[in-house]
């Protein structure tokens, strides 16, 4: 069996080892025995994710060609875990409390929600992750070359069709165990165990060969340190810009890089894991770094010259007869290129189909989110394809520009394009004032910087730049040179490019960020971001005026999958306290969900998603809405409270008049019947007495007799005509008068009134003035019933006037619909105090003329009520003016 | 949440001593970058040729002590750290 036979049987092994391992983590998972999947130690070894197949290999390749410089890789990722305190702690509490997926989704939700700086940073990271992922592909291959050349080589066909089906594997494991459940925010218990295991896998290995390098080949530490003195090390010479400008970068890659985002934000479970890692992932850098120094000095020395020092711990071992080495290097190397692809693939695809393909394929929707389709499959769908195309678009890289650069060199490149995303991302963090449009303007300017004076001429002078633009600079403007802008050259081309494109950035950024205002949205998340500590976690409030919640139970039923979305709207009914599934969409809820949603199909998606149910409303009113309920409310209940107070005055008010009405009544009544009682005594005195003396007289003279008969016969007639008016009172009040209703004239009625009443008994004649013509209006009605009234308003006005030539006027009226008959005397007029008074019972306005017995007017008004009409008393200049008043149709229908 | 006697600007001048070491502890972890980044530029200024020039040797056991220490310290810091009491873990679920 060849050496390559046994090593793809090695590779294979070892990958349906990693296989099980992330099986047996997510196995474990479900059943719920996180405990030791989510430890701080599997956390740190996550992180080693950084350390990549350019790490294993490149680093002793980068220490043969530039010395100590490789150092700076590790240091710079060192600085920043030991940042932890001020830095890293409040990335995560933000990441955790916003349910960040991937570095874009950061962004963009710091700055708005923007989906455009979203899709701007993904495209940078697929950008800049592409030739990374090329570099895996090509460290492998190169390894597995290493190991060809031993028996019978291998062709270069070979090569791209061995890295064609490495980036298949790689695919398969990546959609198998990084897609399994949606929620991006959940861990990915297997992938992470994985990558644990692959961590441990390439310490050993590199450790191994350090350690043998140093007591095997070296003969100890003293000799190993002579030895690198000696060798072309010698003295310590590095270029210094380089040391720090690689410190920096390699410490802004480390936050920026998608890869590293995902495993120290994302897959974060536990803020105080980040305690452990503080020195714990150092220690482990310290550690990988530390032999490399000794294994490229061994290397220089035994290898012969022109051998690729990127493979010296490959090949040093094989060069010393030691295979099993060797094989444990490969596997080292093999571990940090799949766990790289494997997790960039993961991250990557996160942010491409979420904030690339899902907004357009939302776009694309004609009625948005809520419509027939499931939406959980096309996420999953997406992110699924996403991967294949990554890895896929990593191994075109690699095809097109096989085995030019050195290792290193691609994954500076790499790194200094995802260090522009630092400035928006630390600006966001700390700086409330940072702007969408400053982060914009930063991003853009160093993006383009970086593509001109990096990117693209690192496909090598002439592919895509052209020649002539590289020699005379664009447009022929000498200062645009790609390689020494603005005229300054003799920088390494690296360092060049990352000061202006850091400079630019973070200029342009700054300044636009000062000159333009930020949205509401903008300033809400600016202050959550940078008071993440002090404030309680909210994202920004949902009014939920319109939302329906079964729509958006739809709608999350869809993007969760049905049993984790009823769970969720449960778990907040139950919270809300109503009954039934649905909670009511409040604005807290509302901001659950979409952070819920938020996690499987990223912060800008979601937010669009239950923008377009609820109606888009992005300011919380709610709560200024119950304020102002309340409020409302209290002032409701005050001014019923106030109606009902000025009811109750106004009740009383009429119950006090009332009260009054009936106490003067009550005395009118007891007047009454002490005069009824002497009007009837005085006439039943006088009946008795002559009586009396008719029988007890014998010889009386005829002409006493007939005297005293008639005056009996007077009495009589009186209490007769007074128990009449009495009877006829009670008669017309109980409603049992029968209407004689006949036709005939108002002048024939009034005509008799006059003829009988205008004079009294006593003789005394009352003027009356008619208006004959006037009168001329046919009537139906019972004329008998109107005489009397008319008769009893004339024979008042001859009993009460009190003019010394008493006059009565009697006018007639006709309007639209009543005819109305006014008796005006022109005597003194009633009391004001006695006007409500007269229409009672028993009302008698004075008693000096002690005519009636008061019942007069309360039957007339009694038979007016009869006859649909009214009788009333008019206030006037002068005298008293009583209104009859006959409703047109009783006229009307006479004619 | 953040204790009204951790948070800076807060009515209180004066801590207890507990809580004075714990903000002084919390400043030490805000400084060790600083310190280390200080300690890895260092390199920067050694002369490169000629006299007093370092040996490759020197210069790796510098770095790596360097190292060491500052894992070191990052351990301790962390570990006092530890109790101190953290804001509001997760307030969504």
């Not at chain 1, 678009?393 to 500076?412: D, H, P, Q, T, V």
């Not at chain 1, 809820?589 to 952070?595: G, I, M, S």
């Not at chain 2, 310190?35 to 020039?53: F, K, T, Y």
């Amino acid at each position: 069996m060849s050496t390559l036979n046994l090593l793809v049987a090695v590779c294979i092994t070892y990958v349906l080892f990693l296989f099980f391992v992330a099986f047996a983590a997510d196995r474990l998972a479900l059943q719920g025995k996180k405990a030791w999947l989510r430890s701080p130690l599997i956390y740190t070894l996550s992180l080693s994710i950084y350390c990549t197949a350019w790490t294993f290999y490149g680093a002793v390749g980068s220490a043969a060609r530039n010395g100590f410089e490789y150092l700076t890789i590790y240091l710079g990722p060192t600085l920043v875990m030991i940042s932890w305190w001020w830095l890293l702690r409040k990335l995560i509490r933000i990441g955790r409390t916003q349910k960040i997926t991937s570095i874009a989704d950061l962004i963009s939700s710091r700055y708005g929600k923007s989906s455009l700086l979203a899709a701007g940073v993904t495209i940078l990271a697929v950008i800049g992750t592409t030739p990374y992922i090329a570099l895996q592909l090509q460290s492998v291959t190169l390894s597995f070359s290493v190991f060809a050349a031993q028996s019978d080589g291998l062709a270069a066909q070979d090569q791209a069709q061995l890295a064609f089906w490495l980036s298949m594997g790689l695919a398969l494991f990546t959609v198998l165990f990084g897609t399994r459940n949606l929620d991006a925010k959940e861990r990915h218990d297997g992938v992470v165990m994985a990558i644990a295991v692959e961590a441990v896998v390439k310490l050993i290995a590199l450790l191994s060969v350090g350690i043998f390098v140093v007591w095997g080949v070296s003969g100890g530490l003293s000799e190993a340190l002579n030895r690198i003195d000696a060798s072309e090390f010698g003295e310590w010479h590095t270029d210094r810009s380089r040391w720090a400008g690689l410190i920096f970068l390699s410490a802004a890659a480390f936050l920026c890089l998608p890869r590293t985002f995902q495993v120290l934000v994302v897959e974060n479970d536990d803020e105080s894991h980040l305690r452990t890692a503080s020195w714990a992932f150092p220690l482990y850098l310290c550690l990988i770094s530390l032999f490399v120094v000794p294994i490229a000095v061994v290397g220089l020395d035994i290898m012969p010259d022109g051998s690729n020092p990127d493979l010296f711990v490959l090949t040093v071992p094989l060069a010393l007869g030691e295979n099993g080495l060797a094989m444990l290097s490969f596997l080292g190397g093999f571990s940090s290129a799949t766990s790289m692809v494997i997790v960039a693939a993961i991250a990557l695809s996160t942010m491409v189909s979420n904030h690339i393909v899902m907004p357009i394929w939302l776009q694309l929707r004609p009625r948005g989110a809520s419509v027939s389709g499931d939406v959980r499959a096309a996420v999953l769908l997406a992110r699924r394809l996403s991967i294949v195309g990554v890895v896929m678009l990593g191994y075109l890289y690699f095809r097109l520009s096989s085995g030019g650069e050195a290792l290193a060199s691609i994954g500076l490149v790499a790194f200094c394009g995802l260090a522009q995303v630092l400035p928006a991302m630390l600006g966001g963090m700390f700086w409330r004032g940072a702007t969408r449009m400053g982060a914009f303007a930063g991003l853009t300017a160093g993006f383009a910087i970086w593509l001109y004076t990096l990117y693209l001429p690192s496909f090598g002078v002439g592919t895509i730049l052209p020649m002539a633009i590289i020699d005379n600079g664009l447009f022929g403007l000498e200062w645009l040179k790609p390689n020494a802008l603005f005229g300054i050259a003799g920088l390494d081309q690296l360092m060049h490019a990352l000061l202006w494109s850091m400079l630019f950035n973070v200029v342009a950024f700054a300044g636009v960020s000062l000159i333009t205002f930020p949205s509401p949205l903008e300033r809400l998340q600016a202050a959550q971001f940078v008071n993440i500590f002090e404030r309680s976690a909210n994202a920004r409030s949902w009014s939920g005026g319109t939302a329906q919640a079964e729509e958006l139970m739809v709608m999350a039923q869809r993007i969760l999958g049905a049993g984790e979305a009823q769970a969720l709207f449960q778990r907040h009914a139950r919270r809300q306290g109503t009954r039934g599934d649905l909670p009511a969409p409040t604005p807290d809820f509302l901001e659950a969900l979409e952070r819920e949603l938020g996690s499987s199909v990223g912060a800008a998606t979601a937010h669009a998603m239950v923008g377009q149910i609820t109606g888009g409303m992005a300011i919380s009113v709610e709560d200024l809405m119950a304020v102002a309920d309340e409020t409302a409310q209290m002032l409701e209940y005050s001014a019923r409270l106030k109606e009902q107070s000025e009811e109750l005055s106004r009740t009383a008010l009429e119950l006090r008049n009332a009260n009054q009405k009936l106490t003067r009544l009550s005395i009118q009544k007891d007047a009454f019947l002490s005069q009824i009682s002497h009007e009837l005594r005085t006439p039943m005195t006088s009946i008795r007495a002559f009586s009396e003396i008719l029988r007890d007289t014998d010889q009386m003279n005829p002409e006493d007799q007939s005297r005293y008969a008639s005056i009996i016969h007077d009495e009589a007639q009186r209490l007769t005509r007074l128990l009449d008016d009495l009877l006829d009172l009670s008669v017309v009040e109980n409603g049992q008068v029968n209407l004689n209703l006949r036709e005939g004239t108002l002048r024939d009625a009034l005509d008799r009134a006059v003829s009988s009443a205008a004079i009294g008994e006593d003789g005394v004649q009352l003027k009356i003035e008619r208006d004959a013509a006037k009168e001329e209006i046919l009537l139906h009605t019972d004329l008998d019933r109107l005489s009397q009234v008319f008769i009893n308003l004339i024979a008042n006005a001859r009993k009460y006037c009190d003019a010394k030539a008493p006059k009565l006027v009697i006018r007639v009226m006709q309007d639209a619909d009543r005819v109305v008959i006014d008796f005006q005397d022109n005597g003194s007029g009633i009391a004001p105090d006695a006007v409500d008074m007269i229409f009672e019972k028993f009302a008698r306005v004075s008693d000096q003329k002690a005519g009636g017995a008061g019942l007069g007017l309360a039957i007339c008004r009694q038979v007016m009520t009869r006859l649909g009409g009214s009788v009333d008393y008019v206030p006037a200049s002068r005298g008293a003016n009583f209104r009859v008043v006959l409703p047109y149709r009783t006229a009307l229908a006479a004619q | 949440m953040t204790r009204a006697t951790d948070r800076p600007g807060s009515p209180t001048v004066f801590h207890e001593r507990r809580t004075y070491r714990k903000r002084r502890v919390m400043d030490a972890a805000r400084v060790t970058p600083v310190l280390a980044l200080i300690l890895w530029i260092i390199p920067m200024i050694w002369p490169q040729e000629g006299d007093g020039s370092v040996s490759s040797a020197t210069a790796l056991i510098y770095i790596f002590f360097v190292w060491a220490g500052i894992i070191l310290l990052t351990w301790g810091l962390s570990r006092l750290l530890a109790d101190v009491p953290d804001e509001s873990s997760d307030s969504e679920t």
